[in-house]
């Protein structure tokens, strides 16, 4: 006989879920609730579709995959795909409930199975994960509401909405309720849940990386050993990239492996996360996690340098800013060791570092030259050879092509303004001026003034005295005014 690890049944939805001595947990590696109005309208029409329809007509609900375990007591539903739809129902019944009243004992008896907890007083049968449950809990027990974030909000709305709609036909849409269907899902004990989570998302909206990482690290773990790694890491970790997660993750990818032409398609950053941490063990999972944290400490202060005491290093990492962010990977590296008092990188060597990244940067750009993979490379040489000045600086372009770029180089880009007259239109960082190429320009203005008083066909020759190692946007406006 051929050994499955998945079992399926077609069941009465509100059966299901008021089913004796079970729960339904979402576990904290699941996305956040996020139905919008939109969704929960039209399951409303299907609802009361069906409900004007044949007696012996249903509406499928479409899968609900779960992985059950007991404690002789209690069974608990730990679901795997189908939390937005289940949440959603709970908050249906929940209307229907605050509707309906106690207008009908058996009635009121049916909500309070789908709503409450088969043991614990006190309890919904559904487990949200963190604010959610608490919203949750406020909306069936009439408690105190959590702040509002962004799956509270949804939870309320969505119930506001239910609440809103259901005035007039409750008892319709009720019935309605009780005609649906859905095929359970149930992984048995030797299943891979993270494998059939991915192929039952990959022809849906697809998820962030962060959030395929997330799944990831989480998914194995029990429950304690969830929340603990997401209290002690994942939530801070969040707090500290805010929208840069996905970002942050690929920085974080190259700095360990020196690559960056390996993030391949949508989801290249989980494909080399999962390479690099292949099914770790909780033990190991604690210790790497504490490392993703305290890297992403120092990327906060990348993204927004004012967290920096020092005010010399705050500019000077604004500075680097101007080139936009593909140096972090090295600076996460080279900045987590100033803060650790490591090696060799101390605060002189750290704004040392921070001033040759702005010269290699300005120079590749004044001269046209590649920058791809440079953040890589460095960060190889850095693994290689440590204090990174001396890989910068075989990487930075010379004076002389330097000299060579200012004098013959046309400008970047020629735009036309609104007015038909001529402007200079630079390469730019969103819709402003990139201050590079603002300084090249004053420095091209000034060098041809000083070029069309020497001999005709002589070459320019700039002034003297121009720094050869560190030219970045301060130096190279001290040179134009020369």
């Known amino acids: 006989m051929t050994y499955t690890n998945v079992t399926a049944d077609a069941v009465n939805t509100i059966d299901w879920l008021s089913a004796a001595n079970t729960t339904i947990a979402v576990p904290l590696y699941q996305r956040q609730y996020r139905w919008e109005i ?18 012996r007509q249903t509406h499928f609900l479409g899968l609900i995959l779960y992985k059950a375990t007991s404690n002789g007591e209690v069974t608990e539903r730990a679901l795997v795909d189908g939390q937005q739809r289940i949440a959603t129902l709970m908050l249906l019944v929940a209307a229907l ?11 009121a008896g049916q ?8 043991a614990l007083a006190g309890r919904t049968r559904l487990k949200l994960r963190k604010e959610g449950a608490l919203e949750l809990d406020g909306i069936v027990f009439g408690g105190p509401l959590p702040e509002v974030g962004v799956e509270v909000s949804h939870l309320r709305d969505n119930y506001d909405f239910f609440l809103k709609e259901i005035q007039n036909d ?18 048995q004990e030797h299943a ?5 989570f991915e192929s039952l998302n990959s022809t849906r909206t697809p998820l962030r990386n962060h959030e395929l990482i997330h799944n990831y690290i989480l998914m194995g773990l029990t429950y304690e050993q969830q929340i603990k790694i997401e209290d002690s890491f994942w939530i801070p970790i969040e707090e500290n990239t805010g929208d840069a997660l996905d970002s942050f993750l690929r920085d974080y990818l190259i700095l360990r492996t020196g690559r960056n032409s390996e993030f391949r398609g949508e989801h ?13 063990s909780f033990e190991s999972l604690t210790t790497q996690a504490a490392e993703w944290k305290e890297y992403s400490e120092v990327y906060r202060i990348l993204l927004d340098p004012a967290g920096d005491a020092d005010e010399e290093v705050r500019r000077q990492l604004g500075y680097v ?8 990977p090295l600076l996460l590296w080279v900045y987590r060791d100033y803060q650790l008092q490591l090696e060799e990188i101390n605060r002189s060597a750290l704004l040392e570092i921070l001033e040759q990244l702005q010269s290699l940067y300005l120079r590749k750009m004044v001269v046209g030259a590649s920058r791809d993979h440079l953040a890589a490379q460095l960060c190889r040489k850095r693994r290689q050879y440590g204090y990174p000045i001396r890989a910068i600086a075989r990487k930075t372009p010379s004076d002389e092509r330097i000299r060579q770029a200012l004098t013959h180089r046309p400008l970047p880009t020629r735009d036309t303004s609104s ?17 590079v190429w603002a300084v090249w320009a004053n420095c091209r203005s000034s060098t041809s003034s000083r070029s069309s008083r020497q001999t005709p066909g002589a070459a320019m020759e700039p002034a003297s005295g121009m720094p050869s190692a560190k030219w970045n946007a301060r130096s190279t406006a001290r040179y134009c005014r020369r």
């Open 268 to 280: 290249g950053v989980y494909d080399v996360f999962k390479r690099e941490f292949p099914r770790p």
């Open 97 to 107: 409930r605050d509707t309906l009243g106690n207008s009908d004992e058996a009635i």
């Open 111 to 118: 909500f309070h199975g789908v709503l409450l907890h088969p």
């Open 170 to 187: 409750a008892l319709a849409v009720w019935d309605g309720l009780q005609k649906l269907e859905h095929v359970a899902i149930t992984l």
């Open 419 to 435: 007015t038909g007259s001529t402007r200079t239109g630079w390469t730019r960082t969103g819709s402003r001026i990139h201050p």
């Open 192 to 196: 891979n849940p993270q494998q059939v």
């Open 321 to 328: 800013n101007t080139f936009g962010t593909a140096m972090y």
């Open 38 to 55: 939109d969704g929960c309208g039209q399951l409303l029409a299907d609802i009361r579709a069906v409900a004007t329809g044949d007696a």
